[in-house]
């Protein structure tokens, strides 16, 4: 069987005689709808990337200031309490220097440390002195914990450079027990 010849119309197949020319092609309008739903995808596409890379930057803080207020719980669990008499205990953490007083016969915290501190994701104390200041900063607060409960409350929040009346991107809280 021999091929048909491009050059010559009359070896053509019979549906393939009906067209303009052997090598049909795209047309312009063909070429402009695809061009069309092309785009539009690469638009759906672009917008789903910048939603994802957004919700991947919260997962990353929301992970490091977990880690941070592990890191903290850790060194109030590390704290050896040290006799005041009259059944009350003073707390201070190793590492941070976190403070609390215990009162053993209402199961009550009191003097904790009122002062927020700034904290980078090493858990290490940041001044505003501190080079260090483009990283990225949690402010951590001290509470007692509610009447009866031997513990502290700790609050992780971000980020620290915020109008002061404007609210947290995100917080994380714990109540911390401290060592009997």
């Known amino acids: ?3 048909p010849c491009r050059a010559c119309p009359e070896s053509r197949p019979p549906l393939l005689r ?4 052997f090598e049909a ?6 070429i402009a709808v695809a061009l069309g739903i092309f785009s539009f995808a690469l638009v759906s596409m672009m917008g789903m990337l910048s939603v994802g890379l957004k919700n991947s930057r ?3 803080v929301q992970t490091a200031a977990s880690n941070l207020l592990a890191g903290i719980v850790a060194d109030i669990h590390a704290s050896k309490n040290k006799s ?5 205990y003073a707390y201070t953490s190793p ?3 976190i403070t609390a ?3 053993k016969k209402t199961n009550t915290v009191s003097d904790t440390q009122t002062t927020a501190i700034s904290l980078n994701e090493s858990c290490t104390l940041v001044t505003p002195s501190t080079p260090e200041m483009i990283q990225k900063l949690y402010s951590v607060q001290f509470f007692p914990g509610a009447d009866g409960v031997a513990a502290i409350r700790v609050r992780v929040e971000w980020p620290v450079n915020r109008q002061p009346a404007a609210k947290p991107e995100g917080f994380l809280e714990a109540l911390v027990p401290l060592p009997l």
């Open 1 to 3: 069987m021999q091929l």
């Open 18 to 21: 009906k067209l303009r020319g």
């Open 25 to 30: 092609g795209f047309t312009l309008a063909e």
């Open 58 to 60: 919260r997962a990353t």
């Open 84 to 88: 005041l008499g009259d059944n009350k």
């Open 95 to 97: 590492k941070l220097q």
């Open 101 to 103: 007083t215990l009162d």
